[in-house]
């Protein structure tokens, strides 16, 4: 997959005609795969290079209290993974003040050469989004070219959408949140040192920050899946908080292998997967006492 970082002015290597999906695509939940899937259909069809055209910035840029469901890098796997062949990535400010017309002509046919552009029912783009998905439409038929807008995908009631994911998050609902992502609510990152009481204990643990600009799910242990390196996984109990027992401040995400007897895990590549909540988190009187909740927590999760 060919990532393209494109700047107004300057025409980006050319990746042929394509059919591009539209969107910030934060968390690329099952409503933003079926505009996936549209665009890779379409570009099957019609001979056209299957591409997205996305932000590489960071959400908080245009949207102050949305705290991200995946990060860059992870999003870039995802397209990936649904059969997009090139992502063109810009920094929202370079294109915030273009007009409809403009981010049109000039963005997306004049730098992109987008035959077919695919966005969701709820799409805005141009100068203060004056535009909408019907204007889009209007104006890459006025250029020559198409744009199909796809419909919400609603799940139990409720359109998926990843404020919608960031609210069950919010709840503890891990579960929900699973349903309307397509895969469970994770993170990924850098095995790190902690404070060795795990470990001390005879249970494996790994310890992982979590990037302040990530969406956090209500505090507290969760069943969880740590999967080392991308190869195999192992089932585990999570906590994703501050460590009150032992005086924390800073918000991460500690997990217990159970049925882990491999290597040392420190500086592994784990994502952990948050499956469903147990219990809120809380202080304990003793790191003992915590122990023994964590042997209770686990117990539970195995049940």
């Known amino acids: 997959m060919k990532l393209i970082r494109i700047r107004p002015g300057c025409p980006p290597p050319d990746a042929g005609r394509t059919v591009a999906a539209l969107g910030f695509f934060d968390g690329v939940h099952i409503g933003h795969r079926r505009l996936l899937d549209r665009a890779v259909a379409i570009a099957g069809e019609r ?13 908080r840029t245009f949207k102050p209290d949305a705290a991200r469901l995946t990060d860059f890098s992870e999003k870039l796997d995802l397209f990936r993974e649904a059969g997009i062949e090139t992502v063109f990535a810009a920094d929202f400010p370079d294109f915030s003040g273009y007009s409809p017309e403009a981010f049109v002509s000039d963005a997306l046919i004049g730098l992109m050469k987008v035959a077919v552009a695919v966005c969701g029912f709820n ?10 998905s019907s ?5 890459m038929n006025a250029a020559g070219g198409e744009a199909e807008v796809i419909a919400p995908t609603v799940l139990d009631g409720t359109v998926v959408s990843s404020s919608a994911i960031r609210a069950a998050l919010s709840e503890g609902d891990a579960e929900r949140a699973e ?17 060795g009481y795990g470990h001390t204990e005879g249970i494996p643990t790994v310890n992982l ?3 302040p600009h990530l969406a956090l799910p209500r505090r507290g242990v969760y069943r969880s899946r740590v999967i080392l390196d991308g190869k195999e996984g192992y089932p585990a109990v999570s906590n994703v908080g501050t460590r009150p027992t032992f005086g924390g401040e800073t918000v991460n995400c500690e997990s217990y292998l159970f049925d882990y007897a491999g290597e040392d895990l420190y500086g592994r590549v784990a994502r952990v997967e948050l499956l469903g909540f147990l219990r809120d988190e809380k202080r304990f009187d003793s790191p003992e006492e915590l122990y023994r909740q964590i042997e209770r927590d686990i117990a539970r999760a195995k049940g």
Request: glycine share 12%; hydrophobic share 50%.
């Open 47 to 59: 001979g056209l290079v299957p591409a997205v055209f996305t932000f590489s910035d960071d959400a």
């Open 209 to 211: 920050a979590i990037a």
């Open 123 to 132: 799409f805005r783009f141009g100068l203060r989004a004056a535009g909408d």
């Open 135 to 139: 204007a889009l439409v209007r104006l």
């Open 179 to 195: 349903k309307m992502l397509g895969r469970p609510f994770s993170y990924t990152g850098r095995v790190e040192h902690g404070r």
